[in-house]
Each structure stands twice: as structure tokens, then as C-alpha cells.
């Protein structure tokens, strides 16, 4: 989850989006976390998570090796949950996503009273995350800034490509990938919700929040940056 | 990464995947074609393409028909119709790229444990970053651009310089010839990758002058970089030593990753790597 921290955009275009992720320490608390780390997959659940995930199978959307030509004309876009906690055979980073802030500060609660022992992180503005420990009750350890990006910016796609393609923080969705989904969603080709499953699905550990690209595509839709 | 050229149909949906924008259609052989020099080995064709497994000659067959006729298939642009991508046995230097590229990569090969840092994610654990301290985590590359190794020894050199000690368990370091200089191994320096990160901390007075260093020295290299400083909160949860000194830089801090200080220490003793005593850690 090294780079959930550098995803692009102002504090405020991050109100739809809260991540939440446990991860065991080699050596410190890694024996029998297993276990835990499905837990608190589980717990996410009831308060509606846009997608969960880990570093080693990936998110709720995931590539098919084997997909069959009618999927052409129909596919199915809907998240497995399921497949992920399931899915999750080794200790590593999990991370719920949320579209709201009650939701990660519920959540956030119940990953405290848990007690699991393994480090909770939230990545978030920074406002939204210590107003997510005040009402949990938590003391923050520990905080990370993201200063930005710097250097040879003129490099960079314009913003709204930025704030999509950023949100795999492994740099998995490409910006040419967006712009092709911006303008497919333009033309008319797909509907933003279709758009988001295509780029979610390329992201290697679960952490892109459809809900904040759908509302990206949706701006990008009537004004490109 | 290879494409089996027996296999590709040309639909050209890889070329618009590729983080790097490597992937293209040779108007000569008229397949899918990798730049191999710009290919940092990240398997996001791979392992992100959906597959189908259809039969390349009649799928070239109906699109050379649609083509004629000017018509458009507007197949899923997340397919790989033929299952054409075909991963490859990676040989040093190259395998650094993926290393550092594909974060499902394995790394026995290397001896590098990917990209990853722990920046003060486990920080509650490990204490890597003690109170008066600062972490920075400087990444090279990422979003889109990547980085030629050789590019960031410039910046690992200015920072040995300024006496400056690397992270030893970040897999940059591991790179290093000499941590002393920030030298890097001479036969990785023509690689590209994704993007790297070094990580460094330093006492916090050190901050601006570590920052201003960053300055200097980005300007020398043809990529991006992404700043993230990490450190601890008072007893009260607070922050109010490194947020008031970026602020003073002209520093607006949209974003940033809070470490929720619960974990602790559950393996047994004889579990914990040398040289870590428990009294460290929280």
C-alpha cells in the first residue's frame, strides 16, 4: 500500500474516499496474522466497503484468463468480496476502501476494539483522517505526508488522468488507459460504470475507489481538463 | 515480456495498458510490438489484460473484412483476445526492472524485496522513526514517467554527501555497492523501472535542509518525483513539528497516511530479527 499515499488531488476531492489497511510486520506480529488480516476483511464488510483487496491476488474486480467471447456483449462487473477474503492464502497488507466517512469511522472503531495487534493505517486528507481518530477514540502514532509530485512535472498527463490513474498506487492503470476510458465515456462507447470496472481491474492490490473514478469520469464527461 | 507475433491479431488494445507506453502496433510486421528499452517489465499487459483464447488467423481474418468495409468491432478494451503475452525468463540485470516494477513480482533472483518501504506504516511496531525524527521516503518514476537507475544515483550520491544514512531494509539500498557514497552497482545503472524509492531519516532539524537537497538535485533528473515525510504524534495524538515547517516551505498537505499506533509485538521472542531489541518497539 506504499502509495495510496501519493494519489492525486486537493483534500476536498478526497471526501469520497477512506483507506483502511492492516499489515503485518516481519518478525513483529506476521506469525498467525493470517487469520486476522481475513478478519478485519470480514468486519469491513457491513459497513460497505467500494473495494477490498490485497498486494499478492489484487481487488474485488479482477481480470478472467479465460473469459469467454459473449463477454463482449455481456459482462459481469460485479465486485466479489467474497473471492478476495477467500482468496487470501499469505500475511500480507489488506485494505477496505470507503466512499464516506461515517463508514471508515465506524470502521475504524471496530478495527480498534478488535485488538487484532497488527498496524491500522488510514490514507486519507488529512483533516478526514483525524477527524476518523477522534470519534474512534485513537491517538495517531505515527503520520505520513505526501508533499506531491515535484521534478519534471511537465511530464505529467493533466489532472483528472492524474487523479485516475493514481489510484493504483502501484502505477498499474496507465493514463493512456484513462484517456481512452474518458473518452469512450464522451462518445458514448461505455457508461462511466463500465469505464471503472476496465481500469479497476488493473489494479494489482485493491486499492482504486470505483466510486471516485466514476465521479471523475463523470466531471471528465462534461469538461476535460 | 514478449508477444507471441503467431498469436497477435493487432487490435492494439495492449498498447493503451501499458504504464509506459511501450506497447505498439509495427506497421510493417503488423503485430503488437514491445520497445524493449522503455519496457520496464511491470506485467501490467500480463497479468491486467483479460484473456480470450480465440483462433488468431480467423480473428485476423473478420478484422481484415471489418477494415475493408470500414466497420468497427468494439470488442472490450481490457482483452487480449489471443492470449498473446507471453512472460519471459529474466536474466541480471534485467530482472531489476521487474523487481521494482511488477508488485507481484518474486524476488529470489535478485535478493531485493520489491519496491516497498515501511515509511511509518508499521511504525507502532518496528519504531523505525523515533520521536525528533523524520523519515523521508523519496520516490523516483511514479505516476507514468519511470526512472533509469542512473538517473537516481545522482540523487543517492548528493545525500551520502550530506552524510545521510539509508534505510537498510529498503530494497533500493540493497542496490548499493557502497552506502557510504550512495554507489550504485555498475551493471544496473542502464535499467529503467517503474519507479524506486530511497528512504532516509534524519533528525528533524534536518528537514528543510533535506528538502532543499531534494530541490537541487531533482532537477538533474529526467523524472518525476514524489516527496512523503513521515513522523511521530505527541502523547496527545498531535503533529505540530513537521506540518508547521512545511507549511513554511509553501508546502499545502492534501494527503497523508496515519498510522492508528495499534499494533504491538505478538511473535514470540526468538521470532524477531537480530539487532531489533523488543525494548524498542512499542
Known amino acids: ?225 | 515480456m514478449k508477444i507471441n507475433p503467431d498469436k497477435c491479431v493487432a487490435c492494439g488494445n495492449c498498447t493503451y495498458v501499458c504504464p509506459m507506453g511501450a506497447i505498439y502496433v509495427d506497421p510493417v510486421i503488423k503485430r503488437a510490438t514491445i520497445n524493449r528499452d522503455e519496457c520496464v517489465e511491470c506485467y501490467a499487459c500480463y497479468n491486467g489484460l483479460s484473456t480470450e483464447h480465440l483462433n488468431p488467423s480467423a480473428v485476423r481474418t473478420i478484422r481484415k473484412f471489418f477494415q475493408m468495409g470500414r466497420l468497427r468491432f468494439d470488442p472490450e478494451p481490457d482483452v487480449c483476445p489471443t492470449a498473446a503475452f507471453e512472460p519471459e525468463e529474466l536474466q541480471w540485470p534485467r530482472v531489476v526492472r521487474r523487481a521494482f516494477s511488477d508488485p507481484r513480482a518474486t524476488h529470489e533472483s535478485t535478493g531485493v524485496q520489491g519496491r516497498g518501504t515501511e515509511e511509518v506504516k508499521t511504525n507502532d511496531v518496528t519504531n523505525r522513526v523515533r520521536q525528533g525524527e523524520v523519515g523521508f521516503t523519496i520516490e523516483f518514476g511514479r505516476p507514468g514517467i519511470g526512472v533509469w537507475l542512473r538517473d537516481i544515483q545522482k540523487m543517492t550520491w548528493a545525500l551520502a554527501e550530506a552524510g545521510v544514512a539509508f534505510e537498510k531494509r529498503n530494497p533500493f539500498t540493497l542496490l548499493m555497492t557502497d552506502v557510504a557514497t550512495g554507489t550504485l552497482r555498475d551493471d544496473v545503472l542502464d535499467e529503467k523501472v517503474m519507479s524506486a524509492i530511497v528512504e532516509i531519516k534524519v533528525g528533524v532539524e534536518r528537514t528543510e535542509e533535506i528538502i532543499q537537497l531534494v530541490h537541487r538535485i531533482e532537477k538533474e533528473v529526467a523524472t518525476v518525483v514524489s516527496l512523503g515525510v513521515g513522523t511521530r504524534c505527541d502523547d496527545n495524538g498531535e503533529e505540530k513539528i513537521v506540518a508547521p515547517i512545511l507549511a513554511r516551505l509553501g508546502y499545502k498537505i492534501e494527503r497523508a497516511k496515519t498510522n492508528m499506533g495499534l499494533g504491538r509485538i505478538t511473535n514470540p521472542v526468538e521470532n524477531k530479527p537480530k539487532g531489533e531489541p523488543v525494548s524498542q518497539t512499542r
Open chain 1, 1 to 225: 500500500m506504499t502509495n495510496t499515499l501519493h494519489r492525486y488531488g486537493s483534500a476536498e476531492s478526497f471526501d469520497d474516499d477512506y483507506i483502511v489497511f492492516a499489515t503485518p510486520s516481519n518478525g513483529k506480529n506476521d506469525i498467525d496474522s493470517l487469520p486476522k488480516l481475513k478478519k478485519f476483511l470480514e468486519m469491513s464488510l457491513p459497513f460497505q466497503p467500494v473495494n477490498i483487496g490485497d498486494p499478492v491476488h489484487g481487488g474485488a474486480l479482477r481480470p478472467s484468463k479465460d473469459l469467454h467471447t459473449s463477454a463482449n456483449w455481456k459482462r459481469d462487473m460485479t465486485p466479489n468480496f467474497r473471492a478476495v477474503i477467500d482468496g487470501l492464502t499469505e500475511p500480507a497488507s489488506v485494505v477496505a476502501i470507503f466512499d464516506n466517512q461515517p463508514a471508515a469511522e465506524q470502521f475504524l472503531k471496530l478495527a480498534a476494539e478488535a485488538d487484532l495487534g497488527l498496524s491500522v493505517n488510514m490514507s486519507a486528507s488529512v483533516e478526514g483522517a483525524v477527524e476518523c481518530c477522534r470519534f474512534a477514540g485513537i491517538t495517531r502514532h505515527s503520520v505520513g505526508y505526501s508533499l506531491g509530485f515535484e521534478g519534471s512535472t511537465e511530464k505529467l498527463p493533466n489532472t483528472q488522468l492524474l487523479a485516475l490513474s493514481t489510484m493504483c498506487g502501484h502505477g498499474m492503470i496507465s493514463s493512456s488507459l484513462a484517456k481512452k476510458m474518458i473518452d469512450w465515456v464522451k462518445e458514448g462507447r461505455r457508461t462511466p460504470d463500465e469505464a471503472v470496472t476496465y481500469m479497476a481491474r488493473f489494479c494489482s492490490c485493491g486499492v482504486f475507489n470505483p466510486v471516485r473514478a466514476r465521479r471523475i469520469l463523470e466531471e471528465a464527461r462534461m469538461k476535460m481538463e
